[in-house]
């Protein structure tokens, strides 16, 4: 059987190969586990994935020597969610202030700068998914942490987070050039190659503070800025462009939302699967249990937007979001 593998899975596979550390190259796998396609064909892949993960993780345990102190990178953020989104800013931009005003995460919130010092993750809500939002330490024009790249390169999505009421050409020009010279932008027609369109993030710009900023600062940065970003205005004090930064970062992650059925049952419409946009029945049951998925034998469909509720499907049909799937084993 093909293994029929995504760009998704190339682009993580080609970070796996660039990968300078062994945290950096255990990110890479734990991705490349994550996109690839389950099925049959891709078995023995996903097993040599699952050997060299288990040889880097007892490494890094040891330390190579018996009675090692465990080694923990602290920029490494495991993916919790539908979706990964890296926060990436100059000091006192307010990205702990979008952490905490959506999601439960022990944020601390100060005036002063570099009060994170390490990547920290909390979960956002929209409508029934849960959406991963990482804070990052902060950078400067001559200072950013060394494992901060890895925790970017692990990113569904880059937000970089511009402060309106501060020096903005300043900032956008920091964080540009920083990402730039990681090939984590999406890059210009002139600047393509292979290595950079796989290392590249999809990325939008979230601008803060719009409460206090002065009038057309937005615009402004707009129009001297040279990339085609897409931005969305901000304030963690009126809670103005929350909702629309959730809805948007959900867009963007291009998944589809399923709700499980058991036979003769209720379908538990509280906690949806999140799977990519393009996946299949198959692909639901084998994100739900592997050895399950061997034994599917058919499956029935509600909320489609291409069956009739209550219609049986083949396993290659392709999901819709909000469907209503059951699915029968032998």
């Known amino acids: 059987m093909p293994a029929n593998l995504t760009p998704d899975y190339k682009k993580a596979e ?35 994935i699952k050997r060299k993960m288990s040889k880097i993780k007892a490494s890094l345990e040891s330390g190579g020597k018996k009675g090692a102190v465990k080694h923990v990178d602290v920029f490494h953020i495991p993916r919790s969610g539908a979706g990964q989104i890296v926060l990436i800013g100059m000091p006192n931009t307010g990205k702990s202030s979008i952490l905490a005003e959506l999601t439960n995460a022990q944020v601390h919130v100060a005036d002063y700068p570099f009060t994170t010092e390490k990547p920290l993750p909390g979960m956002m809500k929209f409508e029934d998914v849960q959406i991963q939002l990482v804070d990052t330490p902060p950078i400067t024009a ?7 790249v890895n925790t970017l390169r692990s990113a569904d999505i880059i937000a970089i987070i511009i402060d309106l009421s501060g020096d903005v050409l300043e900032q956008m020009e920091v964080c540009t050039t920083y990402l730039d010279s990681h090939k984590l932008l999406p890059p210009l027609d002139d600047e393509k190659d292979a290595e950079w369109v796989h290392l590249a993030r999809p ?39 929350l909702d629309m930064f959730a809805r948007r970062c959900f867009e963007i992650l291009d998944v589809v939302r399923i709700y499980a059925k058991k036979p003769g049952k209720e379908p538990d419409m509280k906690e949806p699967f999140t799977l990519p946009r393009g996946s299949t029945v198959l692909d639901l049951a084998y994100h739900i249990h592997r ?40």
């Open 291 to 330: 050895q399950l998925a061997e034994t599917l034998k058919s499956a029935r469909a509600w909320h489609s937007a291409t069956v009739h509720d209550g219609q049986s499907v083949p396993r290659d049909h392709e999901l819709t979001d909000k469907e209503i799937i059951e699915l029968h084993f032998g």
């Open 14 to 48: 080609d970070w796996y190969r660039s990968a300078a550390t062994e945290e950096e190259k255990l990110a890479a796998l734990e991705e490349m586990l994550r996109v690839i396609p389950k099925h049959k064909g891709t078995e023995s892949l996903q097993a040599d």
């Open 142 to 148: 001559d200072f950013a942490p060394s494992g901060l």
């Open 203 to 241: 990325t939008l710009v979230v601008a803060t503070k719009s409460d206090i900023a002065p009038p057309g600062t937005l615009d402004t940065l707009k129009e001297l800025t040279s990339r085609p970003f897409e931005y969305i205005e901000i304030s963690t004090k009126t809670a103005a462009g």
